[in-house]
């Protein structure tokens, strides 16, 4: 066995960039180990494209209530989609001990949260990138307009922001997968609220005060939640 | 090197920790034992910074816990009973992405030596989840080692492994320990620890019950020993 | 802190003289509303549960921000007695103004913004119920359970707002304030009925959350005593 050097583990240069390039791997790991078993990824999706096909049996979706409806059934589909994801990333790290792993790092407690975080939300993107261009095939509607891609993402970044605090909860109480809707979707109403009529209102090309003050709503819900999240994180995984 | 004073630990009202006092000066290796629901893993984690006390002193390598547990952490290296490891990635990706962790520099080549050290270079680029028990507690091994810490604590390694496994984490665990490290390693494995150890402290009911340098006590009046510590007919595990 | 102290007593006893009063008040002292008659005194009750029940989530929220900071076991005590009592009350608002609805509306639920905001409400609350009763560890329960209810409290106003602005843009056309749930012209008698109500409320929400908090303490206190016991 080769001696090992005598290492004096040199932090880096600056704060900040350990602190990203802490983020960073986390990210990293998150998305490499889900290229391989690809497991999340496939549930999340087929699950969406389950709920579009429910939604096109339930709801009588003619081409005029069509675009009166795509942002709600859209919205819905992305909700459900997404607690599947959210619950599965901190599972992963609940069940092989690997939370501990990330705790005994020696970095802040915020970086688990915006690598998780940022994860999730890279995984919401994935499912949206696929379900948007199916939709709009399924039902001839361009949903490929900036407008709109505005609106997923705001709608997401808050969805997620709430999402994985709640999650990395739920994920450490004996009711697990059930309690995380429970305690995710009364929160997140402003956001699906907002996100619905904004994206409704940009299907059905309604004048831009219309749609303002909904694109303000999920930009403050954001900002809110996102440094309410990482600042009330450390008290969720802290003994 | 670790010293603790009163440490009390409360789960709601329920004490578990009453008023422990516990000293390790640099380079011991210190077997911690005691029966199921003593609170070793309890004292372990408190020690590992992922757990506070309720109540009293612990200092590791002068750092106050948990007051300064975020630099502590640098000189910390923890293996438990789960492997913390990722099972979708492969044993060198665990690796980079904790050296990543611990902002180290040179990751690929101190991946490689810790691969070496625990005897898995061959099987670097195989996934976790393909790894036997032994295996993977080996990698986790790998893992606490990394960053080069001072201090390491083992809550109960040998658990799942059979004979040959045992074996092979026991010559890592004497190489790691070789390098002047201080040692806590929890156990029930008494005749593993007294190959290991050059220290026994037996916790009971909450506090350190009794402590015997390796070098004062036979290997065969070990179990005697323990018994009388716990002051019950049980044997340990 | 065996027996209830005096200061209580006297609060049972104020509390149940004020809700006398105020039941007269809103029976003979105000006056009958001229559009929907009797059923209109509903208000008086309705809309001081839901401002006390709101109340009670911001006690619930500061004292899960006390506890965060101090880990002291009371502030949870304080925290879920609060989320308990204004579960009642809202549950409260919810039905009174359901049968406020159905008389002067025809419909059994207005889609009010603020009559759905209290049900939003109701359910983080049984949602923090939910999470505290998934969790064995006492310091981990009281944790979980301060953080939800800060978020769920800092969720409350955008909740509305965004309610709010969802039913204008369905209802453009708005009748008084607040969309389906018209308002009327209070008159002066009103006014003070409604006023001496929400203090009747206030003070009966400070008197069980005072007994509760009392609850919550001696079952701790049993709690250790049956582990000194037991040990």
């Known amino acids: ?239 | 090197m670790i010293t603790v004073k009163k440490l009390v630990k409360r789960f709601g009202l329920k004490p578990v920790l009453r008023g422990l006092d516990f000293h390790v000066e640099a380079g011991e290796f210190v077997a911690l034992l005691g029966p199921n629901g003593a609170g070793k893993t309890t004292f372990l984690r408190i020690l590992a910074s992922l757990s506070r006390p309720s109540m009293g002193d612990v200092r590791i390598a002068g750092y106050h816990l948990p007051a300064q547990a975020a630099a502590l952490r640098r000189r910390l290296g923890v293996v438990s009973h789960l492997p913390l490891l990722y099972g979708d990635l492969t044993a060198e990706e665990n690796l980079v992405f904790y050296a990543r962790m611990y902002g180290l520099p040179d990751i690929n080549h101190r991946v490689a030596e810790v691969l070496e050290l625990v005897g898995l270079a061959a099987r670097r680029r195989d996934l976790v989840r393909t790894f036997s028990r032994g295996m993977q507690q080996r990698l986790a091994i790998g893992r606490a080692v990394l960053h080069d810490p001072e201090v390491m604590l083992f809550d109960e390694p040998h658990t799942g492994l059979d004979q040959d496994a045992c074996q092979m984490l026991d010559t890592v665990l004497r190489e790691v320990a070789a390098r002047g490290r201080t040692v806590v390693m929890t156990s029930h494995d008494l005749a593993r620890a007294a190959d290991l150890a050059s220290r026994f402290d037996v916790l009971s009911r909450g506090v350190i019950a009794a402590s015997v340098k390796a070098a004062d006590i036979q290997t065969n009046d070990l179990l005697a020993f323990y018994r009388e510590s716990i002051g019950t007919g049980s044997v340990p595990g | 802190m065996q027996t209830t102290p005096r200061f209580l007593k006297i609060l049972d006893i104020f509390s149940i003289i004020l809700f006398a009063v105020a039941v007269v008040l809103v029976f003979f002292y105000a006056e009958l509303e001229a559009i929907m008659g009797q059923v209109q005194r509903v208000f008086y009750f309705h809309v001081a549960t839901a401002w006390v029940g709101m109340l009670g989530f911001l006690v619930a929220a500061i004292a899960g921000v006390v506890y965060l900071l101090k880990h002291e076991r009371k502030w949870d005590v304080v925290g879920f007695a609060a989320v308990e009592i204004s579960l009642v009350f809202f549950f409260i608002t919810i039905v009174s103004g359901s049968i406020w609805a159905r008389p002067a509306w025809g419909t059994w639920w207005t889609w009010d913004p603020r009559l759905t905001t209290a049900t939003i409400v109701e359910l983080v609350y049984a949602a923090y119920l939910l999470l505290r009763q998934g969790i064995e560890d006492p310091d981990r329960r009281a944790r979980f359970g301060a953080v939800y209810a800060i978020l769920g409290f800092i969720s409350v106003p955008l909740t509305f707002l965004s309610i709010r602005l969802y039913d204008r843009t369905i209802h453009p056309v708005v009748i008084g304030n607040g969309g389906g749930e018209g308002d009327f012209d209070m008159t002066t008698r009103m006014m003070q009925t409604f006023m001496f109500s929400l203090f009747t409320f206030s003070v009966l929400f400070a008197t069980l959350l005072w007994h509760r908090i009392r609850l919550g303490n001696l079952a701790e206190m049993v709690e250790s005593l049956r582990l000194k016991i037991t040990q």
């Open chain 1, 1 to 239: 066995m080769k001696a090992e050097r005598a290492l004096q583990a040199s932090p880096k240069a600056s704060p900040v960039g350990s602190f990203l390039g802490a983020v960073r791997a986390i990210v990293w790991k998150d998305l490499a180990a889900e290229l391989r078993s690809r497991e999340l990824l496939s549930s999340m999706l087929v699950f969406a494209l389950l709920v579009i096909l429910i939604f096109n049996f339930a709801l009588e979706l003619d081409v005029k209530a069509r675009a009166t409806v795509t942002g709600g059934v859209l919205w819905v589909t992305f909700a459900f989609a997404g607690t599947l994801g959210l619950n599965r990333s901190m599972a992963t790290e609940k069940d092989r001990g690997c939370l501990d792993g990330l705790l005994l790092a020696p970095v802040d407690r915020s970086v688990i949260y915006f690598g998780k975080a940022i994860g999730n939300l890279v995984f919401m993107f994935v499912v949206e990138a696929i379900v948007l261009p199916i939709y709009s095939i399924l039902y001839n509607v361009n949903l490929f307009q900036p407008g709109l891609l505005l609106v997923i993402l705001l709608g997401s970044v808050g969805y997620v922001a709430v999402g994985t605090l709640l999650a990395s909860m739920a994920v450490q109480t004996r009711t697990r997968d059930v309690l995380l809707p429970i305690l995710l979707f009364p929160l997140v109403i402003p956001v699906l609220i907002a996100a619905v009529k904004a994206s409704t209102g940009i299907l059905e090309i309604l004048p831009m005060d219309q749609i303002r003050p909904w694109i303000n709503l999920l930009v403050v819900y954001d900002i809110i939640f996102t440094a309410v999240a990482f600042m009330l994180f450390d008290y969720i995984v802290e003994e």
